[in-house]
């Protein structure tokens, strides 16, 4: 049999040209033993066991087209007892197909007598043993049949004698018998050991051994274990057959040619690196072990794997999952209501709450859907391919769209891309229309802006993050552009920026534009300043380029980082004109700006010592006074809590204060004041430094240039 291509059916083999389990010369060897053993005299009864799946249908229909080869007067009657509803239908079911084999030309008489058969054998049905020396007065029982035209003995030697007459012997062919219900399972061993045991008439039961072994033990025939049971059906069956198990190479070569033929027919790629099918590949063997059991999972795989398109799922991961479906159901159903722990993202939250990190979850209860023994380490090793989690030293990626990724995870149950997530290909369409020059990039823009529900532009922004920050690769991320930047930078602005206990929409924003500038390529700073320009807030300007400058992770060349460097200096003398603007307004000054960024930055990159002269000119003209300035120095922080956030004083940053004060002034020799600690006026914040500013205790810094790309 060839590796199904499209929409596979479980249906046997009919004929040896399709064998490609190398069972061919089994039927032969089998075929011939049929037609040997056949004697006149009495009824052989042949059994083939093998596992559910492991082709024994297929083995059974080899062994029927042999037979006829090999020896054409025998007829094959096919008795499916499992099709019946009771006892009374399976006697009549057995001599219906047993007549049915017979030749049509000469065997009406014989029909005629195996009917007057059914007649009399199936009221009595129920009160014959199955062994034992009971069978004998079963025998006498049959043949004192009150009200019978015709004794059971009479009938059986009558139709033995006009079998014998045909000269054609028949081979009555039973498959699945492990299907039956014990009740069912007993008529039938029934009619083989007496009933049916016409000679001539010889018997093929295939059947699943083990299965079998357990109906037995719950039917009322004595069998109380499995080795009684065995010893029970040596009675039955004179020839056990035995379909070969699949060997480990045969399943390797299914699996693999399935698969590439899978993905060949998809238009799917393969990861070559991905090698985590070979890390399962004993778990696989285990349960892997019947023809069915593979081609079930290639057909499953067939269904689903369209369903999504190949970079928004892994495709390995995938797999590993329809395993799983198949194998262990119940396992794979409790997966979406672990997901915070096989994510790693409950690990996430306790270390944040500060619980600690190192408690193990009770993998043993996750486990419990799988029954004990070696069919749970193998889904245990599936779990820890899938779930690196699982295996504390494992070092397995956990990068997108890996199952084990909490904003992909429910990709793989629903099986498409769900309401609360994005996909990837839109986020990179958003991507390359951005980057092209001059775009105006409004799929970046609609997807920063749209938020359709809750969480939505974190998702966003968390999957740009995702694609250029410095850990990644940036495999199939578009290459940074100056108009990638302009388009992001003018969005800052619009992301929601309120305080939050983690990082708000506006800071990943910020982290994003501060990851496209490590991976900026050559540009002039006069282009970045334009894109840069493009968010008018001086104040996140200068904090994504303290944050780019101040990196570990020098840009990706030294004409970059010119035009950082360039920028900064730029952004300095902006502020140094913004600083001077706001401190002559003095209490009237905007609350929500943010002059000590303003000053940070300056000391960092720009000119304070030239700023500070302006600065202490102005003072002595009287336009503001040492206390205003101070009052820029004061820090404000935001409480949360359910409520809007609120702000708070603080503390007082002397040595940046320093930087920029006066060397004398009547404000170091005041005492300290109690403030409102919630009032965040200048006024307020002007009467908090009093007792806390303190003269500069050294010569303040003179204007220096800006780190080098090796001090960063």
């Not at 501060?514 to 050559?522: C, M």
């Not at 400058?549 to 900064?568: C, I, M, N, V, Y």
């Not at 940053?653 to 320093?658: K, P, S, T």
């Amino acid at each position: 049999m060839t590796i199904p291509q499209q929409n596979w059916i479980d249906e046997p083999i009919h004929c040896k040209d399709k064998d490609t389990l190398q069972r061919g010369h089994l039927a032969e060897q089998a075929a011939l033993l049929v037609a040997s053993t056949h004697p006149w005299e009495a009824s052989v009864v042949f059994g083939l066991t093998g596992p559910w799946g492991s082709g024994k249908t297929s083995m059974v229909e080899l062994i029927i087209e042999e037979l006829k080869e090999r020896s054409p007067e025998w007829r094959v009657a096919r008795f499916t007892p499992w099709a019946t509803s009771d006892a009374t239908s399976l006697m009549s079911e057995f001599f219906a197909a047993l007549a049915a084999a017979l030749p049509k030309d000469r065997g009406d008489s014989v029909r005629r007598v195996l009917g007057a058969c059914a007649t009399v054998a199936t009221p009595w049905l129920n009160l014959v043993p199955v062994v034992g020396p009971a069978l004998q007065e079963s025998v006498r029982l049959l043949a004192d049949a009150a009200n019978q035209q015709k004794p059971w003995d009479e009938a059986f030697a009558e139709a033995s004698a006009l079998l014998r007459e045909l000269n054609t012997p028949v081979l009555v062919v039973a498959d699945d018998i492990d299907r039956l219900q014990s009740d069912e399972l007993v008529a039938l061993l029934k009619v083989v050991r007496l009933l049916g045991r016409f000679p001539g008439v010889h018997y093929l039961l295939a059947y699943d051994e083990q299965t079998l072994t357990e109906n037995l033990q719950d039917a009322s025939v004595g069998v109380a274990d499995a080795d009684r049971a065995r010893l029970f059906m040596e009675k039955i069956v004179q020839y056990p057959l035995t379909v070969p198990p699949l060997l480990t190479h045969q399943m390797h070569w299914r699996l693999e040619e399935g698969l590439n033929a899978l993905f060949e027919d998809l238009g799917r790629s393969w990861d070559e690196n991905d090698d985590r099918i070979s890390d399962v590949l004993q778990s696989f063997e285990s349960q892997l072990n019947t023809p069915r059991s593979i081609y079930r999972l290639l057909a499953q795989l067939r269904h689903y794997l369209p369903l999504q398109k190949q970079k928004e799922v892994n495709d390995v991961d995938l797999i590993l999952l329809t395993f799983l479906h198949l194998q262990f159901p119940d396992l794979y159903s409790a997966l979406p209501r672990w997901k915070t722990v096989l994510t790693g993202a409950q690990q996430e939250l306790d270390r944040f709450a500060r619980r600690r990190g190192d408690i193990q979850p009770e993998w043993d209860e996750l486990l419990g859907f799988v029954r004990e023994g070696d069919s749970r380490q193998d889904a245990r090793k599936v779990l820890e391919t899938l779930f690196p989690v699982l295996n504390p030293h494992s070092m397995g990626n956990r990068s997108a769209p890996r199952v084990c990724a909490p904003d992909y995870f429910n990709r793989y149950f629903a099986h498409t891309i769900p309401q609360a997530d994005i996909a990837d290909t839109e986020i990179l369409s958003a991507l390359d229309q951005a980057s092209a020059p001059e775009s105006d990039g409004q799929l970046l823009v609609a997807l920063l802006t749209e938020n359709s529900y809750p969480g939505r532009i974190d998702l966003v922004l968390k999957k740009l993050r995702t694609l250029y920050a410095p850990e990644s690769s940036g495999h199939g991320a578009p290459t940074v552009t100056v108009d990638l930047i302009r388009v992001v930078a003018g969005q800052l602005g619009t992301l929601e920026h309120t305080s939050r206990m983690l990082s708000s929409p506006r800071d990943q924003g910020r982290y994003l534009l501060t990851d496209l500038l490590e991976r900026l390529p050559p540009t002039s700073p006069e282009k970045l300043e334009e894109a840069l320009a493009a968010c008018p807030d001086w104040v996140e300007r200068a904090q994504i380029l303290r944050l780019a400058l101040s990196s570990k992770r020098a840009p990706a060349s030294p004409q970059a980082f010119e035009a950082l460097t360039a920028a900064a200096t730029s952004l300095s003398e902006e502020i140094s004109r913004t600083l001077l603007k706001h401190l002559s307004q003095r209490d009237k000054a905007e609350l929500s700006s943010s002059p000590f960024t303003g000053f940070m930055f300056i000391r960092m990159f720009g000119k304070s010592s030239d700023l500070r002269e302006r600065i202490l000119t102005r003072i002595n003209q009287g336009l503001f006074t040492a206390e205003d300035l101070a009052a820029r120095f004061v820090t404000i922080q935001h409480l949360i809590g359910p409520r809007e956030p609120v702000p708070q004083i603080g503390d007082f940053d002397q040595d940046l204060f320093a930087a920029y004060a006066p060397p004398r002034d009547m404000l170091y020799s005041r005492s300290m004041e109690a403030v409102e600690m919630s009032n965040a006026s200048w006024a307020n914040r002007r009467t908090y430094t009093r007792g806390r500013a303190q003269p500069p205790t050294t010569p303040p810094p003179t204007n220096g240039s800006t780190p080098s790309s090796g001090d960063i």
